[in-house]
């Protein structure tokens, strides 16, 4: 059975920093592309960054000088660290390898 298990959102600071941590279960993060997602309400979600098997990686122009994507294939952990962070990185932010994906962890920005 495959899950993936979220953690690190949390209300911050504007300028602030937060590691959003995904342990994944059931599947091997090393042979798959994982990706992050965030989602605001009544908004499209929106992919910010992926790593493919083979390591290349991806980000959403508007974000990728402020957030890096990886992965510990010893622990099946992917990791999306957030820097700088700002009011419109407010969402609720989702790990992802179609078609699975993590029960969501929210993240808060106070200005």
């Known amino acids: 059975q495959v899950h993936l298990e979220e953690s690190g959102g949390g209300l911050v600071q504007a300028g602030g920093s937060l590691r959003l941590s995904c342990v994944v279960s059931g599947i091997q993060v090393r042979s798959r592309t994982m990706s992050w997602y965030r989602q605001v309400p009544e908004q499209q979600r929106e992919m910010v960054a992926s790593?493919?098997?083979?390591?290349?990686?991806e980000y959403v122009d508007h974000v990728k000088d402020r957030i890096t994507i990886s992965r510990d294939s010893d622990k099946n952990t992917v990791y999306l660290q957030m820097n700088n962070l700002k009011p419109k990185d407010r969402a609720v932010y989702y790990c992802?390898?179609?078609?699975?994906r993590s029960q969501g962890t929210r993240v808060t920005i106070s200005s």
């Open positions: 790593v493919t098997w083979s390591g290349n990686m």
């Open positions: 992802d390898t179609s078609p699975f």
